[in-house]
C-alpha cells in the first residue's frame, strides 16, 4: 500500500471520529504529496525517498513552528503543532539511535577514506542517503563533525 492510500483511509477514519488534529495534519500531508506528485513528475508518481522528504520536511516545519511560539510564550498553539509533529512523524521509519547513526559515519568515514572537515559534505550526503530518513540531518551532520573533527 502508497503512501497515499494509508493517508485516504485515515483520513477517512479520522473524519468519523472527529479527530481536528489528525484531520488536519492528514490533510496537510496529503496536499503535500499531491503537489509534488503533479508538479515534480510527469508520471503522476511519487517515489519512496521522495515521500520520506517530504514527511521530514512537514515534521520539522512544525517543530520550528512550536519553536517560535515558545518564544512568544503561546503555549496553546505551541501543544497543537508538537502533537501535529509527532503524528506526522510517526508516518516515517523508524529512527536511528545516537549510536547507529554514530556506527553509520564511522563506517563510511572509513569507507571514503575521509581526513578532516574538508571532506564533511561528502560524508553527510553518503550517510543521509544510506540512513534512507531513519535519521535526523542535524544529527547527522553533528555526528559527522564530530568525528572528522578528532
Known amino acids: 500500500m502508497s503512501l497515499i ?5 485515515d483520513l477517512k477514519q479520522a473524519m468519523l471520529n472527529k479527530d481536528k488534529l489528525k484531520l488536519e495534519s492528514l490533510r496537510a500531508i496529503k ?12 508520471q503522476n508518481t511519487i517515489s ?5 522528504k517530504i514527511l521530514q520536511k512537514l515534521v520539522k516545519q512544525r517543530r520550528e513552528s512550536a519553536n517560535i511560539y515558545i518564544k512568544q510564550e503561546r503555549s496553546e ?22 549510536q547507529e547513526i554514530e ?4 563506517k563510511v568515514v572509513i569507507e ?5 572537515l574538508k571532506d564533511m559534505g561528502k560524508v553527510i550526503a553518503e550517510v543521509v542517503k544510506r540512513s534512507l530518513g531513519s535519521a535526523d540531518g542535524k544529527t547527522i551532520s553533528d555526528i559527522v563533525k564530530q568525528k572528522l573533527s578528532n
Open 112 to 116: 571514503l577514506n575521509s581526513h578532516g
Open 77 to 98: 498553539l505551541a501543544k497543537i503543532e508538537k502533537v501535529q509533529a509527532d503524528f506526522i512523524s510517526s508516518y516515517l521509519p523508524k529512527q536511528l539511535t545516537n
Open 103 to 106: 556506527a553509520l559515519v564511522s
Open 5 to 9: 492510500e494509508k493517508i485516504n483511509i
Open 31 to 42: 496536499a503535500s504529496l499531491i503537489l509534488n506528485q503533479t508538479s515534480v513528475s510527469s
Open 48 to 52: 519512496k525517498e521522495d515521500e520520506i
